[in-house]
């Protein structure tokens, strides 16, 4: 009976919930985009496995009113989580905005989490970059409709790395990652384990974790998202970019820190913003680890590419800078040359030269950026050295002479959109050559032939870059991008061949592939594989 007037209360207030949306809709706030589903409320599903568990969570997805630039505060949709059981340094908030709690696991752990939509429209939680069954990857087919809940458990078996959570939701009419994601649903997620401690990382204070997002904002302080028209019809074909960026849901990011290394944990939650990482004062960049987790050696960049949905986990010294004195990561300013100017359609096509020339510079180009300030407030006796020897788990290449090839053209359909060897979204439809079998290694091979770069992203596993060939001259990007370590995001860019290496191990099932500009997977750049025994 409890539980019953509890669903009660929380349908009475989704109904209050939509009721003052609609009235934003109606003054011409951002919500104006949102599709409400049906608001019956339901007993919550379950895909829970059998207990105990080491960590019970239950996570809320919800509207809310946060504070991010000065005056009125700004309408979002956010995560907010409970902890029913687990060690108490499982949640922690990431700042005091809108970013969702960072959830902190331990490899081995067994974990359970009720997941509630109080949101007016069907959502999914997706575990991005996790090894989990299909059923509880947040797939589009398997929606959270409003006023409903649904517990999904799996066992923690990937490496100590910095992982996230997202919604995923794609219905009859397309998909509503972007603009759910834009609106504030994405929190980080760290796992760690025995080994990684090992190495005397940077931690506590001196571990920082930095969710890097681009917002646009109306005078009003209320965040607008992609318009109608020629002008929405073209910043879905780019991809959303904000006109600032926001760290942890903060603009003009300043950190205070010791001279003393620290460990930046970065996350590209862009809808489909790529940042050319670099440090104002020239020094270079240390990457120590990616998706999947830390890397065998250290790695140094003068500049580090980041693409939506990628992670990249930093090392950096402010041993020789004054206190007094601050060091800024910035996004630097680049270019990316698009099929050679040979226009959208290849030249000739609806969108020809002309065009492509005007729009080149604001559609693939990108204006340098402030990220985070640091500000040097101390010294530090303690300094500290970074390990010439970082992973000792990161396993070698699968990939033997007769491993088969599977190859993905990345194009485009006129007057619809980007395809994946010819084919758009078709809700879980499977082709033939989109079946794999289960303890298989393939190679995957990408071959972009459209004018702009794809973030490539494989659900359920971490996969190995095995070779990256580029058609002609390389762009400034190139050189900042790491290629080593485990992914499960990689940038193809235009005219580029990617090959990488996949295991599909333990579970059969449907998992996707799409493309993480998420305006491209929202208007079907996006496809279902399945692995069968």
């Known amino acids: 009976m409890a539980y019953v007037d509890l669903q009660r209360r929380m349908v009475l207030r989704r109904l209050g919930g939509v009721a003052a949306l609609s009235t934003l809709a109606g003054a011409g706030g951002w919500f104006g985009g949102f599709r409400p589903g049906a608001l019956a409320a339901s007993e919550p599903t379950s895909m829970a496995m059998e207990g105990p568990f080491d960590v019970d969570l239950r996570l809320r997805a919800h509207p ?18 409970e902890r029913l059981a687990g060690p108490e340094e499982t949640l922690t908030p990431v700042g005091e905005s ?7 696991l331990r490899r081995g752990q067994r974990l359970r989490v009720r997941i509630d939509n109080d949101l007016p429209e069907d959502t999914t939680v997706h575990w991005h970059g996790l090894h989990v069954p299909p059923e509880v990857d947040g797939q589009p087919r398997l929606p959270i409709e409003p006023a409903t809940s649904t517990t999904v458990a799996f066992d923690v078996v990937d490496r100590a790395g910095l992982y996230w959570y997202h919604p995923h939701p794609h219905g ?8 759910q994601s834009y609106a504030g649903l994405a929190g980080p997620l760290i796992i760690s384990d025995d080994t990684e401690r090992a190495l005397g990382l940077p931690d506590g204070e001196r571990e920082l974790v930095l969710i890097l997002q681009d917002r646009t904002f109306t005078d009003s302080n209320e965040l607008q998202y992609i318009g109608g028209g020629m002008g929405g019809m073209m910043t879905r074909m780019r991809g959303f970019r904000g006109e600032r960026v926001l760290v942890n849901g903060h603009p003009d990011a300043r950190r205070e820190v010791a001279t003393q290394p620290h460990r930046l944990r970065l996350l590209n939650g862009s809808n489909s913003r790529i940042y050319k990482l670099a440090w ?70 609806m969108m020809g030269q002309g065009m492509m020339d005007e729009r080149m510079g604001e559609m693939m180009g990108s204006e340098r950026l402030s990220l985070v300030t640091f500000d040097i407030v101390a010294r530090a006796n303690d300094s ?55 303890g298989q290694t393939e190679i995957w091979e990408f071959v972009n032939n459209t004018m702009m770069p794809h973030p490539i992203h494989v659900h359920g596993l971490q996969f190995r870059i095995q070779e990256r060939i580029p058609a002609g001259g390389k762009s400034d990007l190139h050189d900042g991008i790491i290629d080593a370590g485990l992914h499960d995001t990689v940038l193809v860019f235009p005219e580029e061949r990617v090959r990488i ?21 929202d208007t079907g750049m996006m496809r279902y594989f399945r692995v069968v025994a």
Not at 293 to 320: C, H, K, M, N, Y
């Open 280 to 349: 104002n004062d020239g020094r270079a960049v240390t990457v120590i680890g990616t998706d999947g987790g830390l890397l065998s050696r250290p790695e140094q960049r003068r500049s580090v590419t980041l693409a939506p949905a990628q992670r990249i986990d930093l090392w950096v010294d402010f041993g020789d800078t004054e206190p007094g004195q601050s060091v800024q990561l910035v996004s630097e300013e680049y270019e990316l040359d698009m099929m050679g100017g040979r226009g959208m359609m290849g030249g000739g096509g």
């Open 98 to 104: 809108y970013a969702g709690p960072l959830i902190r």
């Open 172 to 179: 009859p009419d397309g998909g509503r990652v972007g603009f």
């Open 384 to 438: 500290g050295t970074l390990p010439e020897r970082l992973a000792q788990d990161l396993p070698a290449s699968p990939v033997q002479a007769d491993t088969p090839v599977r190859r993905f053209e990345l194009g485009m359909r006129m007057m619809q959109g980007f395809t994946m060897n010819g084919r758009r979204m078709e809700g879980t439809t499977v082709a033939d050559d989109e079946i794999v079998r289960l």
């Open 501 to 521: 290496a996949l295991i599909f191990e333990n579970f059969e099932g449907l998992y996707m592939y799409h493309c993480h500009n998420m305006e491209h997977e």
């Open 64 to 81: 809310d009113e946060v504070s991010i630039l000065p005056g009125a505060p700004s309408n979002v949709w956010r995560y907010t989580a």
